[in-house]
């Protein structure tokens, strides 16, 4: 069964405080694993998606990158409207309907201070 | 690109009625939908994935016959949540894919209350 663990739960920084957000997955076969952003009340944002490890991909002040156990979402000295929860998201390689589900991790809450 | 979007995005229902939510990508063709549920600070939860002119498939413990979904386009997939009840109330997001993609991008949700 696929599982996807991020952590941590919840992070406050202060403003220009870098960090990186952790998602730990095991999956049979990975075709790809997503990051999202989710404000309060709102349906998830699509940030980046990965496919094989070693590969990175940067929006500005996000870089994820990718291994074969774990996705870092590097925040680069983050802004107050960077406050958001972080969602991880593995896609498995199957060729049948369970190919199209996405299983999501639990989020990571963050909360970035001026 | 690839904006998708949800009507109503607040809905207050009597219990017993039904009520139905609307998903639609705006510019670009959606052969596989999602509807998920999602609980205050919890995680997505699927509900059944939708293809284009095919039967949803329903995740195990979601009530097919009181959750009717329809793709009837490429654009176009329906929630009707049928006889909802309050318990029935959550947070409804819809996402859609584009063929030979692997992204799936997400509406903006339906809160619904059932009183």
């Known amino acids: 069964e696929d599982q996807v663990t991020q952590s941590p739960e919840a992070l406050r920084l202060q403003e220009g405080e870098s960090s990186s957000l952790n998602c730990s997955y095991t999956?049979?076969?990975?075709?790809?694993l997503f990051w999202y952003r989710q404000d309060p009340g709102k349906g998830p944002e699509f940030l980046f998606t990965?496919?094989?490890a070693g590969e990175e991909k940067e929006k500005e002040r996000l870089k994820a990158t990718l291994t074969k156990k774990e996705s870092f979402l590097h925040i680069t000295a983050p802004k107050p409207e960077d406050s958001a929860t972080y969602l991880c998201?593995?896609?498995?390689?199957?060729?049948?309907?369970?190919?199209?589900?996405?299983?999501f991790g639990g989020g990571t809450r963050l909360m970035v201070k001026p | 690109g690839a904006v998708v979007s949800q009507h109503p995005s607040r809905v207050i229902c009597k219990s017993g009625t039904s009520v139905k939510i609307e998903c639609r990508s705006l510019?670009?063709?959606?052969?596989?939908m999602f509807w998920y549920r999602q609980f205050p600070k919890q995680s997505l939860m699927l509900m059944a994935t939708?293809?284009?002119?095919?039967?949803?498939?329903?995740e195990q413990g979601v009530e097919k016959d009181k959750f009717l979904i329809n793709h009837a386009s490429l654009t176009l997939s329906t929630l009707t949540v049928t006889s909802a009840h309050p318990e029935d109330s959550s947070f409804y997001i819809c996402?859609?894919?584009?063929?030979?993609?692997?992204?799936?991008?997400f509406g903006p949700g339906t809160r619904l209350t059932v009183t």
């Open positions: 996402s859609a894919r584009a063929s030979g993609r692997y992204e799936q991008y």
């Open positions: 999956v049979s076969g990975l075709r790809g």
């Open positions: 990965l496919y094989s």
């Open positions: 998201a593995v896609q498995p390689f199957l060729n049948n309907n369970a190919g199209n589900m996405l299983t």
């Open positions: 510019d670009f063709q959606a052969t596989t």
């Open positions: 939708s293809n284009e002119g095919s039967k949803a498939t329903y």
